[in-house]
């Protein structure tokens, strides 16, 4: 499954995005989805993940610290992530990939071809 992440931008400290994770395949409703960032010079590190159904959702608290929520809406095969309460810090590309299971996206373990064009995301001091 291809996805297609999008929404990213240049924002002030504080402020907020809404990056979306859309999918043309139906099958992306059968895969866990996970939001990965890498900014300049780093790695690229897992910042949440949402199970195939919506249910179970885990975040890498040291990175959200409860100013991100991730959703799903398999009906339009497309994942969100409410970012708000951002940091210069959390300036980074912005991708999404799939997996098939939460455990596995943490370890940076997903479907090869999932991975797409990434969205930046620039915050301002």
């Known amino acids: 499954v291809q996805l297609q992440a999008s929404g990213g931008g240049w924002v002030q400290a504080g402020g907020s995005l809404r990056l979306s994770c859309a999918a043309s395949?139906?099958?992306?409703?059968?895969?866990?989805i996970g939001w990965f960032r890498q900014a300049p010079g780093k790695e690229r590190e897992f910042v949440v993940g949402?199970?195939?159904?919506?249910?179970?959702?885990?975040y890498e608290e040291d990175i959200v610290e409860g100013r991100f929520t991730i959703s799903r809406d398999n009906a339009k095969n497309t994942v969100y992530l409410q970012m708000n309460s951002l940091k210069p810090e959390d300036t980074a590309v912005y991708y999404c990939?799939?997996?098939?299971?939460?455990?596995?996206?943490?370890?940076?373990?997903?479907?090869?071809?999932?991975w797409g064009q990434g969205t930046q995301v620039t915050v301002s001091s």
């Open positions: 990939a799939a997996g098939y299971s939460l455990i596995n996206l943490r370890r940076g373990q997903v479907l090869s071809d999932s």
């Open positions: 395949d139906r099958t992306f409703g059968n895969y866990d």
């Open positions: 949402i199970d195939s159904s919506g249910g179970i959702i885990y």
